[in-house]
């Protein structure tokens, strides 16, 4: 590979200890859970990640955002790891496990809409395909895309998303990729992937 990606990139996943409790809400009770699943590819010399866009919907606070396949918790998902995967096959009609290996998972997240922080914790699990993926959208993905990580971890892909919030106008770090720009919990989430990876990119300012 290319630097600054890490040849031994799955080793360095599968040793990955990130924090692992979501905190609690002002009054204690424990927030709602979420995963998603973080889909890598081997391609050439490089990696690829899977993508999707959500629709573009009233009432969604996340309408038309980049996003990795995810969602909710459900009484029946015996484990986070088991939403990732239930939540893949509904949105893009596969199973991770059915298509690659895990390679452990990434520090959860505090949901974040409209500038402002949700109860709701979002636990990041990441698989590496060993075998071809034909993502089918679903109802719930306008598009799916595979983002190439060693043109983004070079800096070739930084970009600035300008995001109203309300009267106020917040400059954010993002990356542009054929006509669709990362930036929000997607950026932050795979800002923590880069760092595993590609510990010696370039950082961008925030």
């Given at each position: 590979?290319q630097p600054p ?96 290996r895990p390679l ?44 190439p990580l060693g ?56």
């Open positions: 590979m990606l890490e040849p031994d990139f799955a080793a360095r996943l599968l040793a990955h200890r990130p924090a692992a409790e979501p905190p609690r809400g002002p009054d204690g009770q424990e927030f709602a859970r979420a995963a998603v699943a973080a889909l890598l590819r081997a391609e050439g010399d490089g990696l690829d990640l899977l993508l999707m866009v959500r629709p573009v919907r009233a009432g969604d606070r996340w309408s038309g955002q980049v996003c990795l396949p995810g969602g909710r918790r459900e009484p029946e998902d015996l484990d986070p790891v088991h939403t990732a995967r239930r939540e893949t096959r509904e949105e893009l009609g596969f199973d991770p496990d059915d298509v690659g452990g998972r990434l520090g959860g997240v505090q949901a974040r809409a409209r500038g402002g922080p949700l109860p709701l914790w979002i636990e990041p699990f990441v698989w590496l395909a060993e075998r071809p993926v034909t993502p089918l959208v679903s109802a719930e993905a306008e598009q799916h895309f595979w983002l043109p983004v971890a070079r800096g070739e892909r930084g970009a600035t998303w300008r995001h109203q919030d309300g009267e106020r106008t917040l400059l954010l770090p993002a990356w542009s990729h054929d006509n669709v720009v990362v930036w929000g919990l997607t950026h932050h989430i795979l800002g923590e992937l880069l760092d595993v990876v590609a510990p010696t990119r370039p950082r961008q300012r925030r």
